[in-house]
């Protein structure tokens, strides 16, 4: 019987994850399929679902009062769900799109030119069809809100469509991401309330400048090869003072989400969460080396368990406020 490893060389990309279910479940033609939508790289819907968890979970917890259920002082399970379809949906989605535009600069970065499309394992057509196929499901996914949210959702399809040409064209497509990437943050309160308030606008502006310094830290991989194709970042921008730009990032982070927490008037143990996962930022900035591109990738992806830090700390807070009078 053929092995996965005698296979692997067939029809994964260079640095694809060696040991994921995708190269043991699925057969070898889906393979450049599932790397289109990164199914072996979970992190990437991992940090999309963040921010609409942490919203979904501030607005079940906002104002709550000592006493008050269980069930409403939690995020509604359905929505839980549905944003973790969706986020695995619309980021494989998004994936596919941002390689369609930046198949030729792909071709020019050793990391990246044996994926799906350089490589010509795919066809530009077939390419679209699963974009379509993916951003199908995610539609199925918003239409479960309420009308305010749809809305919402569909708005933030313009700034999907623009960011892959944003590396051309500025040394900030990492703000642009975080436009992207954060949206969540406003979703989560839209689907629970209908409507927007300052807590989840401060949660969103949070979540981009939290965005934009684990991605500066991502983008450090390809510096060199992004020099060489005239690709921008702001891991070029910032360079040797990357360390600094984290301090004022992730700090900025941390102080709206905290305002945005207090204007939610959550129960006090959410901030015990965010005071976790800014030591864990902390940790970050401490033990960078910009120039270990094997670290930077690890440090990338340790911003799971910030999420998971600061979405368990919300958690917390509304139990704490259902159980507090037996306490």
């Known amino acids: 019987m053929e092995s996965i490893q005698s296979r692997a060389g067939q029809g994964r990309v260079a640095d694809a994850p060696s040991g994921h279910w995708v190269y043991r479940a699925l057969p070898t033609w889906l393979w ?4 289109l939508a990164r199914w072996d790289r979970p992190i990437g819907w991992w940090l999309l679902l963040w921010p609409c968890w942490w919203s979904a979970a501030l607005a079940a917890s906002a104002h709550a009062e000592p006493g008050i259920p269980l069930w409403s002082a939690l995020p509604s399970p359905w929505h839980l769900l549905f944003f973790l379809i969706g986020a695995i949906a619309m980021r494989g989605a998004g994936c596919t799109y941002n390689d369609l535009a930046d198949e030729d600069i792909d071709a020019a970065v050793e990391r990246t030119r044996s994926r799906p499309l350089p ?7 077939q390419a679209w069809g699963f974009l379509v196929l993916q951003a199908l499901v995610g539609l199925a996914v918003l239409v479960q809100f309420n009308p305010f949210a749809i809305l919402l959702g569909i708005a933030s ?3 999907v469509a623009v960011y892959p040409f944003m590396k051309r064209i500025t040394d900030w497509p990492q703000f642009v991401l975080g436009l992207a ?13 209908g409507s927007l308030d300052w807590p989840p606008v401060l949660l969103y502006a949070g979540s981009i400048l939290w965005v934009i310094g684990y991605d500066t830290i991502y983008a450090h991989q390809d510096k060199e090869d992004d020099a060489l194709v005239g690709v921008r970042s702001t891991a070029r921008l910032f360079g040797n003072n990357t360390k600094w730009w ?7 982070a941390l102080m709206l989400m905290a305002i945005a927490f207090a204007l939610a008037r959550v129960p006090l143990p959410a901030l015990a969460g965010l005071v976790a996962a800014g030591f864990h930022m902390a940790h970050q900035i401490r033990v960078l080396d910009i120039d270990n591109p094997d670290q930077c990738l690890r440090l990338f992806h340790s911003n ?3 999420g998971w830090l600061i979405f368990v700390g919300l958690l917390a807070g509304g ?9």
């Open 32 to 35: 450049p399929y599932a790397q």
């Open 119 to 125: 490589s010509r394992q795919v066809t530009r057509r």
């Open 157 to 159: 399809l313009a700034i």
């Open 181 to 193: 990437f954060s949206w969540g943050a406003l979703m989560g309160w839209a689907a629970h309330y």
């Open 246 to 252: 984290l301090v004022r990032l992730y700090g900025g």
């Open 304 to 306: 799971k368990v910030v």
């Open 319 to 327: 139990i704490w406020a259902s159980l507090a009078p037996l306490i």
